[in-house]
């Protein structure tokens, strides 16, 4: 027996075309000589819905002096 009907799947809309961007700052981690509580922030904010596919997420990681470093991934 040969199966040759394709399978059908359903779902609504935002489960097909949209997904929530993680948590990456908190995944994160990031240090400085002079400041110990070094803010990670990243953009899209954890949570946002995006459409699925690749999606750059930027972490910023600031010091108290106003210092930053970025860095991406997807």
């Not at 990456?24 to 904010?45: F, K």
Request: proline share 3%; hydrophobic share 45%.
């Amino acid at each position: 027996v040969f199966d040759t009907v394709a399978e059908a799947v359903t779902a609504s809309a935002d489960e097909m075309c949209q997904a929530a961007v993680p948590d990456m700052a908190g995944l994160s981690a990031a240090s400085d000589a002079c400041d110990a509580s070094v803010e990670i922030t990243q953009s899209p904010a954890a949570g946002t819905l995006v459409g699925l596919g690749a999606t750059t997420i930027t972490l910023t990681a600031t010091d108290d002096a106003g210092n930053f470093v970025t860095t991406t991934t997807t």
